[in-house]
């Protein structure tokens, strides 16, 4: 349930409730929001409000002063100033349940003072950035590139680097598999061998060189469309056949598996490969533990090797965790090859550092050599650097920005129902709801069912760049894809000229409905 833009006032608000968010609330209550399992809040006010959040999983931006926070069993919680703050980890639970452990999963934050600049615009002229040089002179807000600086603790890696002066030939040390297997250890619950670790030069390089050596020409690859355009590049330039089961869409902004076509598609005995998407982009799903489960175990029975690209996997709104595909199940696990890197999340890809991982020594070992064979297998001078201090280092600065983009992804929301609310509903858009990456995936189908022409109005007329929603298959037609992953300021300059723009396009291809 979302309340937005309310004043709510009452004793024991939300008491033992589920999945709550408050976004844009006042909120006055005598020992409120407590015993919630995941509550979210966003720019909210918490007024004459004491002993706040007692054995809850909260997520919350305050403005102003929070009277007194008790005992919260995880999350994190930011506000200008909390007046008392108790973390007793020798109080237990009315349920039996010990929290020990509650100050090592509680963060306190100042919402006000934030450590990190997000809000600063980054000038990129002359960068050779293909994000803006595409671009021309409209505002870019189409590939998945953060105008973000990356967290301080890698630039200074990196000029550490630059300073030794030598960029000869690099290894992969052992260092690097422990920062790989220490980080899903900690964030994502995932025990990872790291022996079962390959470094590669990124995702695609790595997808590419598997559809090579898993596949023979002409075998299908299964994808669930919409998905990240690039698959389809993967699989048709190395001489297989892209396989579509699209996902069911309900019209209102949400999406399906469509479990019978999907499990038609596997059956075929042409049929050998799946590039499973997790999280999903463009749509921003989740897979949750039952849904990776069912697609692992269909896999396992028609013997299709499972390719999960979790790249978008540490970019989750918070209080939201991703389940890693092998961490399901034995048939997940030993059937499948994991895709993983820090790049999209520290807004480092021109590095080109990532790794797969693969349980199964046999399949280990084709894909090892798949990827030697491509010469892809190798770091760059400034690949182990980067990333050793990505994930050893740069937990704080990730924190905030997931932080940052929730609050670029609620105003764009917000801006959108705005618009809504000023248009007959025959114009109306709709923003899929997802929980994952910085791009959102808009309806546009009262607009238009060519995506493709709107986009090239807009960034003709109205000098914004978004991705047209053809590219990734499926019903992709009706939908642009918006990147939210800039300066607020930025974001809403981008936004409203996408408004202006729906106004105008709607009025010039029906003007005598308006």
């Not at 979790?310 to 499948?336: K, W």
Request: hydrophobic letters at 40%; charged letters at 25%; glycine letters at 6%.
């Amino acid at each position: 349930m979302t309340v937005r833009d309310s004043f709510i006032s009452g004793e024991y608000l939300a008491w033992n409730s589920r999945n709550v968010t408050f976004e844009h609330c006042t909120i006055e209550s005598l020992q409120g929001l407590c015993y919630v399992d995941h509550l979210v809040l966003r720019d909210c006010r918490l007024v004459n409000t004491t002993l706040a959040f007692e054995y809850s999983s909260v997520d919350a931006d305050v403005h102003g002063t929070i009277d007194s926070v008790f005992n919260p069993s995880s999350g994190t919680i930011r506000a200008d100033h909390i007046n008392e703050l108790t973390l007793d980890p020798a109080k237990n639970r009315s349920d039996g349940h010990d929290d020990r452990d509650s100050r090592r999963r509680i963060t306190v934050g100042r919402i006000g003072g934030m450590t990190y600049d997000f809000d600063t615009p980054i000038d990129r002229s002359g960068t050779y950035s293909l994000k803006w040089e595409e671009a021309g002179d409209a505002l870019p807000m189409w590939v998945a590139d953060m105008d973000f600086q990356t967290a301080p603790v890698i630039r200074e890696a990196l000029r550490r680097r630059v300073e030794h002066g030598v960029f000869g030939y690099s290894i992969v040390p052992p260092e690097w598999n422990q920062a790989y297997v220490d980080w899903w250890g900690r964030r994502h619950g995932l025990a990872i061998d790291p022996d079962s670790l390959v470094f590669c030069t990124g995702v695609v390089p790595a997808i590419s060189s598997m559809v090579r050596k898993l596949t023979t020409p002409n075998e299908n690859v299964v994808i669930m469309t919409p998905v990240y355009n690039i698959f389809f590049n993967s699989i048709l330039n190395n001489g297989c056949r892209v396989l579509e089961s699209p996902l069911a869409y309900d019209g209102e902004g949400h999406y399906e598996i469509d479990w019978a076509d999907f499990e038609t598609k596997l059956a075929d005995p042409q049929t050998t490969l799946m590039i499973l998407c997790n999280p999903h982009n463009p749509i921003d799903r989740i897979w949750d533990c039952e849904t990776l489960e069912r697609i692992g175990e269909l896999c396992w029975k028609h013997h299709v090797t499972v390719v999960s690209d979790e790249i978008h996997c540490d970019l989750t709104d918070p209080g939201f965790d991703y389940v890693p595909f092998a961490s399901v199940g034995e048939h997940c696990a030993m059937n499948s090859v994991t895709c993983m890197a820090p790049t999209k999340t520290f807004n480092i890809a021109g590095l080109n550092s990532a790794a797969v991982m693969i349980p199964n020594p046999v399949l280990r070992h084709k894909v090892w050599r798949a990827l030697n064979t491509d010469e892809v297998a190798e770091p760059n001078a400034f690949a182990m650097d980067a990333t050793l201090a990505a994930f050893n280092e740069g937990e704080p600065w990730l924190n905030e920005l997931r932080a940052y983009l929730a609050g670029n992804k609620a105003t764009a929301r917000a801006m959108f129902d705005k618009y809504n609310a000023s248009v007959p509903a025959d114009r109306r858009i709709i923003m899929v709801e997802g929980h994952a990456t910085y791009l959102l995936w808009v309806d546009c189908s009262a607009i238009t069912h060519d995506t493709d022409a709107l986009c090239d109005y807009l960034k003709r007329e109205h000098k914004v760049m978004f991705s047209a929603g053809s590219e990734y298959g499926g019903n992709g037609h009706d939908f642009v894809r918006i990147n939210v992953a800039c300066p607020r300021a930025r974001m809403i300059e981008g936004l409203a000229r996408f408004i202006d723009g729906l106004l105008a396009y709607r009025a010039q291809s029906f003007p005598k409905m308006d």
